[in-house]
């Protein structure tokens, strides 16, 4: 039963950039919180980017900042993380979540989320 689907995991040298897409199946994302959640080799997944209802975006850390960015078409039902000057540390698992009652006060926070993509993989190599 697949609730949400990522895509876009590349393989990429550093400085380079990606968009990774999120839709759902078989709901649509137009009026939810959405999250992309990053899993670097052997550590916890982070929460990297939360989207609100209202398309405020809130993000995990520093280290992002000024290089991802979300966004959102509903006519699409799509979600796209934009990343840009990828670095090594940014080499990962990436994940959208959403949920039917997820609060953007704590939408970096994975159990928040109850609705899972499976993942795409981004690896940031020269």
């Known amino acids: 039963h697949v609730q949400l689907v990522e895509s876009g995991g590349d393989s990429v040298q550093p400085g380079g950039s990606l968009r990774l897409s999120c839709t759902a199946p078989?709901?649509?994302?137009?009026?939810?919180?959405i999250g992309w959640f990053r899993q670097a080799p052997g550590k916890g997944r982070e929460g990297i980017l939360c989207?609100?209802?209202?398309?405020?975006?809130?993000y995990g850390g520093d280290s992002v900042k000024g290089r991802f960015a979300i966004s959102r078409d509903n006519v699409k039902n799509m979600v796209y993380l934009q990343m840009n000057n990828l670095k090594p540390e940014d080499t990962g698992d990436y994940y959208c979540?959403?949920?039917?009652?997820?609060?953007?006060?704590?939408?970096?926070?994975?159990?928040?989320?109850?609705?899972w993509g499976r993942g795409t993989q981004v690896t940031v190599s020269s």
């Open positions: 979540a959403t949920g039917r009652s997820v609060s953007y006060t704590y939408c970096l926070r994975e159990e928040e989320y109850d609705t």
């Open positions: 078989e709901f649509t994302l137009d009026d939810r919180v």
């Open positions: 989207l609100s209802r209202d398309d405020v975006t809130k």
